[in-house]
């Protein structure tokens, strides 16, 4: 009897071992995924390929500072691009980055302007921003301070102290302190629409994987003479 006593012991044993040894591995698989989700998401170096210009809704409107502005301050939150236009259509030279074009992350041209690597910004938008690596990326307490400074004149001091600093106290020779003093008494044209891209997370020598097709929202300010 005691025996068998024994035995069910041991096997309830190896049981609840076995359990355990299967519990740990889905355990571990479970935060390997979470781990490659994460870095996946963070990685600065993936490809985003636009595959068709900005489909425009149709929806204009015209609008001033009191508009742009808290617009500009939710880009970085709701993950939208902001475009600003010249009166002639051309692009707007908001600043100029002090990233280097060669450590741009693959695949990334500056699409609004003739030379795909012309250091001219036009837009505000997260994902190009990141993939220029501008010093205010991945927090969105620097991206704030960035437009703080961008509007008013100021100058963002990079927070790695590396003396990435951009002072935006006379941007493309506006003649005036800041954006806010430049345009204050001016009107745009709110031109709301969408664009669609490839989000292509890795690849291999020549090839690609993981590519997800995606919309973002894209609004443009048209100067009105």
């Known amino acids: 009897m005691e025996n068998a ?46 595959v068709e210009t900005s489909d425009m809704i149709g929806e204009e409107r015209i609008v001033g500072l009191e508009t742009i502005i808290p617009t500009l301050y939710k880009y970085f939150k709701e993950n939208y691009t902001v475009i600003f236009l010249e009166s002639n259509g051309k692009p707007m030279e908001l600043y100029e980055t002090q990233t280097d074009p060669d450590l741009w992350s693959p695949g990334y041209t500056n699409k609004y302007y003739d030379n795909n690597q012309d250091i001219k910004v036009c837009s505000f938008d997260v994902d190009e ?7 205010w990326t991945g927090n969105t307490n620097y991206y704030k301070q960035n437009l703080d400074m961008f509007l008013s004149g100021g100058t963002f001091v990079s927070p790695s102290g590396n003396g990435m600093d951009y002072d935006y106290s006379d941007n493309n020779g506006w003649g005036s302190r800041s954006f806010i003093d430049k345009f204050s008494d001016s009107q745009f044209r ?25 919309k973002k929202r894209v609004i443009v300010y048209t100067l009105v003479d």
């Open 5 to 50: 006593v024994d035995a069910l012991k041991i096997a309830f044993g190896v049981f609840v071992f076995t359990m355990a040894i299967s519990i740990t591995m889905y355990m571990f698989n479970m935060a390997k995924e979470t781990s490659d989700v994460v870095l996946q998401s963070s990685d600065v170096t993936a490809l985003m390929e636009y």
């Open 129 to 135: 921003e990141t993939r220029r690596r501008e010093p």
């Open 190 to 214: 709110e031109s709301l629409g969408e664009y669609t891209y490839n989000d292509v997370q890795s690849t291999t020598g020549t090839e690609t994987a993981n590519v997800k097709p995606k």
